[in-house]
């Protein structure tokens, strides 16, 4: 492999894991510092250069002071979502999402990395398994179908600089079964390679943990931290990382691995939660309740005499997201904290304006 790329096993840093080319790139994008001028210089677009850009609908200001920098910036991008990552973008390490596991036990489809043009960074492959009982019978080595999983990953990570495990259901009585699939995968691949995991955010010691971060971290070079999803789609309305509970999940991080495997996750999305929604399965007595409280007296039937309703209802609508202020604002306290290493899911999701205030040391 060529010295481009750091060893799995091996820490440098990050600014001699990338080209001069790469380097120049990404410096170009985050030069020139912000100053006093910045908030008559903040654009009202996404993408100013694009005579098409969406406007921004909201009211913002600048950020002041300096980028945030550190030894190594990852990034997430979609397979089939190339376009969205630009080399000037400031990412040591990009991992493509994703190859996963079918369900007869096969990795039956790689992405291929070639698509991403004039990146000299390393690129990762990210394995996904979306389904608790087929993790199962992944991890359990009784199974048989362990041994064949190992081997395909083993063969898929040969273009890529290093591979990412990424499964999010491991069942409970499987924990001692993943970190020995995490071991014989890193084995597996040689230590050329980079061998890293996503894992859920934690605050604080749970028993019986499946993803606890002391037990995995011998297994991996690096350790995502999916600080993201404190709130979710069925949780109440709330940030998706909160600056308070991301603190909590880093400090608690920072005592549970050594220092150079902590890469802590940062979201680009948001979520949007109503105040009630009427969609549902109701028997005909709760039917009936609905249309005499919406003043409904007549129903439409089709063909097959299946009566129908339709009326109008009034929700409220609340969202939170990330954008350059709030997610620079995270960036900062996890760069106070002595973390070396940010991780952003997923490109293209973003506000475009953030990449110029993250740099590389």
Not at 17 to 34: E, F, K, V
Not at 72 to 93: K, L, S
Not at 342 to 354: C, I, K, L, N, P
Request: charged share 25%; aromatic share 12%.
């Amino acid at each position: 492999m060529s010295e481009l790329f750091a060893a799995g096993k091996k820490d440098v840093s990050t600014t001699s894991t990338i080209d001069t080319a790469n380097t120049q790139s990404a410096d170009a994008a985050t030069a020139a510092t912000p100053d006093s001028d910045a908030v008559e210089d903040w654009p009202s677009s996404l993408e100013p250069e694009d005579s098409g850009a969406q406007k921004i609908a909201y009211r913002r200001e600048a950020p002041s002071g300096e980028p945030a920098k550190f030894h190594e910036v990852w990034a997430y991008v979609i397979d089939g979502r190339e376009q969205d990552f630009t080399e000037n973008m400031p990412v040591t390490d990009l991992c493509i999402f994703s190859a996963s596991v079918n369900i007869y036990g096969e990795i039956n489809y790689i992405p291929d990395p070639s698509r991403i043009k004039n990146y000299k960074g390393r690129k990762h492959l990210v394995v996904t398994c979306d389904s608790r009982a087929l993790t199962h019978f992944v991890l359990d080595p009784s199974y048989g179908v362990r041994k064949s999983v190992v081997a395909q990953l083993a063969k898929a990570a040969r273009k890529y600089d290093g591979l990412q495990i990424d499964f999010e259901l491991v069942p409970l009585r499987d924990a001692k079964n993943f970190r020995t699939f995490l071991s014989e995968v890193r084995a597996r691949i040689g230590k050329e390679k980079w061998f890293s995991v996503a894992l859920p955010a934690r605050v604080r010691d749970i028993a019986d943990d499946v993803y606890n971060y002391k037990l995995i971290a011998p297994c991996v070079d690096r350790i995502i931290i999916m600080a993201y999803d404190e709130h979710w789609g069925g949780s109440k309305p709330g940030p998706v990382a909160g600056y308070d509970w991301c603190e909590k999940v880093v400090d608690y991080a920072a005592t549970t691995m050594p220092a150079k495997k902590l890469v802590m996750g940062l979201p680009f999305y948001g979520r949007t939660w109503l105040n009630e929604s009427p969609a549902g399965a109701y028997r005909f007595e709760s039917i009936n309740t609905i249309l005499n409280d919406n003043n409904i007296h007549s129903v439409t039937r089709d063909e097959g005499q299946i009566p129908s309703f339709t009326y109008n209802t009034l929700v409220t609508v609340t969202g939170y997201f990330d954008d350059t202020q709030s997610l620079l604002y995270r960036s900062r306290m996890y760069e106070s904290k002595n973390v070396q290493r940010v991780a952003f899911w997923r490109v293209g999701q973003e506000d475009s304006t953030f990449w110029k205030w993250i740099q590389l040391k």
